[in-house]
């Protein structure tokens, strides 16, 4: 059983910084797609970042463009999102998912999720 634990998340200034983790059991972590989602109170859950299976090609929405990154470690089974510059728009739960496909920026082709964790920004 595939299962993803992320973690990092709490409260922060605008301005501020986080590094979430997500760590990966149960799978084959270093054949997996990874992406980070979040979902805001009152709204429909988006796309934040994806990376490919072995970290050389990754993508992100613009809104996060330049502020935050995403990275893995396939030693450690785990995968990162650093982000920089926090604003109070980017107050939402932050979930990890798992892709046994090819990178993706959309939900349905993720197979695996994490059950999230809280960054909320301050103004």
């Known amino acids: 059983q595939v299962q993803l634990v992320e973690s990092g998340g709490g409260l922060v200034q605008a301005g501020g910084s986080l590094r979430l983790s997500c760590a990966v059991s149960?799978?084959?972590?270093?054949?997996?797609?990874m992406g980070w989602f979040r979902q805001a109170p009152g709204k429909e859950r988006e796309f934040v970042a994806a990376?490919?299976?072995?970290?050389?090609?990754?993508v992100h929405e613009d809104s996060v463009k330049g502020r935050f990154t995403i990275s893995r470690d396939n030693a450690k089974n785990t995968v990162y999102l650093q982000m920089n510059s926090l604003k109070p728009e980017d107050t939402a739960v932050y979930y990890c998912?798992?892709?046994?496909?090819?990178?993706?920026?959309?939900?349905?082709?993720?197979?695996?999720w994490g059950q999230g964790t809280q960054v909320t920004v301050s103004s």
């Open positions: 998912a798992a892709d046994r496909g090819t990178i993706a920026t959309i939900e349905g082709p993720y197979d695996y």
């Open positions: 149960g799978g084959t972590f270093s054949s997996y797609a």
């Open positions: 990376i490919n299976w072995s970290g050389g090609s990754t």
